[in-house]
């Protein structure tokens, strides 16, 4: 069984004075939310074997938040091509991950695409405010499967509960 751990980044500063919105990073109440994340998360027993994220500051902090956190000795993956991707090409880049001695993974994006994809996977449509989380079980050993197996969603984490996957 492989298990997605798949996340919108927490709360973000507005951008200001010429800021880039890549360069936007988290707000202090955002690194809190994605510290409370990580402490629901930690409760499950689950841990990333390794943590992938847009390169964007924002969602690049709540990654480092959340591993140092769940586990800091797990390798963390900054990927540019991942700034305000598609819900596919998010699907993709999971799919194409290839160590699979790793079991879990944590996911940290985007809205639009990463709603979208939390959405598809889920099967109904669910409100992502920024730092929730969705945990995504699939029935396979290989992560280049994960597309054409059995998925479901264990459970949600948002506004920093745990909430049933019903």
């Given at each position: ?67 140092q956190q769940l586990a800091p000795e797990a390798q963390l993956m900054a990927c540019e091509e ?85």
């Amino acid at each position: 069984m492989k298990t997605v751990l798949l996340m919108r980044h927490a709360e973000a500063a507005d951008a200001v004075n010429g800021m880039r919105d890549f360069e936007r990073p988290l707000t202090a109440a955002g690194c809190t939310m994605a510290a409370g994340t990580a402490a629901v998360l930690q409760q499950s027993q689950l841990k990333p074997g390794l943590t992938i994220c847009s390169s964007a500051c924002r969602t690049t902090q709540t990654a480092q938040i959340l591993q140092q956190q769940l586990a800091p000795e797990a390798q963390l993956m900054a990927c540019e091509e991942l700034y305000n991707a598609g819900a596919e090409r998010y699907s993709r880049h999971i799919s194409a991950h290839r160590d699979d001695s790793c079991s879990t993974l944590l996911f940290v994006g985007h809205n639009p695409g990463l709603a979208m994809l939390l959405c598809y996977w889920a099967r109904r449509i669910i409100s992502v405010p920024p730092c929730t989380m969705g945990v995504f079980d699939f029935a396979t050993d290989e992560w280049s499967q994960i597309a054409h197996v059995e998925r479901s969603l264990r459970f949600l984490i948002r506004n920093g509960s745990r909430e049933s996957a019903a």
